[in-house]
């Protein structure tokens, strides 16, 4: 290995250092996170002791309705009417104007558009299962959203010195405007329906309205809520309605990888950034400033409610919950508050819903900045490559061809990008090369410590006369590590990827394992791509050791074991990500092969030398760091006479 090289090592290893001192919280955002913790805790003493309230008054009203229902079951008791009207004042006491909708029974019907199948519910009249129909779990199920037995939404509110839930009641559908008279809906081409569950007060003239607009051909449905009738009915000292919505997500892949960014989503209103949740554990925060979006996210899909105007504030959750459920995943929770008039004889609620795919193009569509919920990389010069390499790869797809045809089309394109960078470097290496000799003249020349500074003087002359530059083996490595840093988030996050086949693969977004057993050393599989991208990686580090005559060099010999060790470390990593990554990294490997055989064939040393001896003959203007250099040699000899006086 020359020195470039080493170089180029011991900047990846600042890099690697910096990321990690930069990932590790300072003492002030500690600080800042327990006072969040702080005060999450203040407020959930404060609603405990109101709920203690509520509850009291609650349970109050279901002891009267439960012993009506007892009396009304016994045979002592005959008069029916007398015990109805018991009934209902004992809900009327409980619910208010809305004790009528307290009783029913629970029906369901599904609305379809091209890329969804909606079943809506009369109980609680929100959403009880959506399912994405041009995809598949990785065991080959329909792919649901979350789990429609579990799944809350409740709008709460207050009413008449109650707490208000809609999950509690049944609502009345009406589709298009008109009850609706049963059977399930299936959407026209370029046409929309909409669906309204209506919860219904004392009259037809005072009601609440979860209005729904399924379009189409999209993602995103629109959704309201409307008030109607109101005004004496909700709390006169509330600006406010509360959206309570929790869901168990489902598991939709084989495996997920430190990157999948499982979590809680959300952007404030007034900022283009997103922030989240803990991805790797569970966590909370109760957020004080107004937001225009929050996610429920997975690694490819997401679950989004979105404000068209805004949303006052939000208390977010994601936690993992013991679970009956052999496929639950992870649960995730988000109670928003949403403004309204209560002095208004009509409100208007205006949201969306979007339940779909984490596909850049589609969710960029929206322009709400969902997409930046793909993790495409937090430093921008990263991101901005994806966003290229993003380009590229959907140009590549449109033509239909396979996946595995498209990453090696986009390796070949990369590279070629990088050619000219890669052929100087390999230029510099073969100038080092012949140097050589005359370099270990140099260092016999200047042996003590003392003396490194004439050395380096030496050496610095010496690649000057030869017209060879000390950083044209650093730069070129330089400008690939972004590149590469960028397709390492590029692959394990792009849906494109996902259930698609190559060669013995059938899944380029998951590991392909080719052997299965019990774990053992965190690992329970081999995946083949890894494996071939780590044997090219051996091969490549055998075949550059040689070309650099690294084991002459007693000083690298160290350096050597070590760069047979971070294949090894590499393969422990890679062998549970995206197929399609290390198959990339095969490929820039035998690329990168076929590259220094070309090289070979393209850089003659014994012209390298003639072109250096020709060099050393011309007169050379000194660069300013020569001068600078041989400024501060001057300094230190003067101070060495004086230490030596």
Known sequence: MNKSSLIGFILIAAILFGWMMWMTPSK???????????????????????????????QRANDSLAAIQNLMQSDTIADSAFLAKAQYNALRDKF????????????T??????????????????????????????????????????????????????TINSSQ??????????????????????????????LLGDNDNQYIDFVYTIHDDNYMLDFDIRTVGMKDVLASNANYMSIDWNVDLMKQEKSADRFSGESVYYRPLNDKDIDHLDEFKDSEESIHTKLKWVSFKQRFFCNVLVAKDEFESANLEVRTNKSSNPRYFKSMSANVEVPIDVNAEENNIPMSLYFGPNHFKTLKSYGLGMQHQINLGKFFLIRWINYGVIAVFNWLSSYGWSYGIVILILTILIKTVLFPFAFKSYKSSAITRVLKPEMDAIN????????????QQAVMNLQRQAGASPSSGCIPALLQMPILFAVFRFFPASI???QQPFLWCDDLSTYDSIVEFPKFLGMDHISLFCLLMTITTFIYT???????????????????WMMYLMPIMFFGIFNNYSAGLSYY????????????????????????????????????????FQKRLEEAQKQQQKLQQQQRR
């Open 28 to 58: 002030e955002e500690l600080a800042r996170q327990q006072h969040v913790q702080d005060s999450i805790r203040q407020v959930r003493i404060a609603e405990a002791q109101l709920d203690s309230i509520r509850n009291a008054e609650l």
């Open 96 to 107: 208010g104007v809305f004790a009528s909708a307290a009783t029913g029974s629970e029906q």
């Open 109 to 162: 019907f599904t609305v379809e558009n091209q890329l969804q199948k909606l079943t809506f519910s009369t109980k609680g009249g929100f959403l009880k299962q959506v399912e994405l129909k041009d995809y598949k779990t990785y065991d080959s199920l329909p792919l649901i959203s979350f789990d429609p037995e579990t799944a809350v939404f409740d709008l709460a509110f207050f009413s008449q010195n109650r």
């Open 169 to 198: 009641f049944y609502f009345k559908p009406f589709v298009n405007g008109q009850p609706w008279d049963g059977g399930d809906l299936m959407t026209q081409a370029g046409d929309s329906i909409m669906v309204a569950m209506r």
């Open 444 to 455: 016999a020349k200047y042996p003590k410590e003392e003396d490194a500074m004439k050395k």
């Open 496 to 498: 494109e990827l996902r």
């Open 542 to 560: 055998y075949v550059n050791n040689k070309q650099m005559d690294v084991s002459s060099n007693p000083q690298m010999k160290p350096m050597k």
């Open 585 to 624: 990294y095969m490929l820039v490997n035998i690329i990168t092969f076929i590259q220094m055989f070309v090289f070979r064939k393209m850089i003659n040393e014994d012209s390298v030398r003639a072109t250096i001896e020709k060099n050393k003959k011309k007169p050379v203007k000194k660069s300013n």
